[in-house]
């Protein structure tokens, strides 16, 4: 992939956040049967950086930036919007679906496991970061130097 400075940064960060949005869509999918995949990772990786590319028409290096900023937030997001799935079907009924997901790190906290939370948001990081770039290598979408 070759990094330009004429791409733009506004359109390609809309298109990003879109790609993913769509990542953690499959990643909860896979999520609702009680599974982290190193699939919802490279669909997390994959969909942002090619969000990027395709409305930024090209990715810079602050283009590589924004796109690791958004899979980092969308990681978080995935895991926890996770939580709050398994604890609205766990409470069938008793809570909105709204009130499961803000609540979710409450009662994790209050349940004592937050070291679950974070294992499971440890490994999200790493199968994304590691795995979508690998990916991203053996594709030969990034060029090792």
Not at 60 to 88: D, H, Q, W
Not at 123 to 140: E, P, V, W
Request: glycine share 18%; aromatic share 12%.
């Amino acid at each position: 992939m070759y990094l330009s400075d004429d791409d733009n940064k506004v359109a390609g960060a809309i298109g990003a956040l879109i790609g993913a949005l769509l990542g953690i869509g499959i990643w909860c999918l896979i999520g609702l049967f009680g599974k982290i995949a190193v699939i919802g990772g490279f669909a997390i990786c994959l969909g942002t950086l090619g969000g990027y590319l395709l409305l930024g028409q090209g990715i810079s290096r602050k283009g590589l930036v924004i796109c690791l900023i958004i899979v980092l937030a969308a990681v978080y997001l995935a895991t926890r919007l996770n939580y709050g799935i398994l604890l609205y079907r766990e409470m069938e009924g008793e809570l909105t679906f709204w009130e499961s997901y803000t609540g979710a790190m409450t009662i994790i906290k209050s349940y004592g496991e937050m070291g679950s939370f974070l294992k499971d948001l440890g490994f999200g990081y790493l199968i994304t970061i590691g795995g979508g770039f690998a990916l991203l290598y053996k594709l030969g979408i990034l060029e090792q130097d």
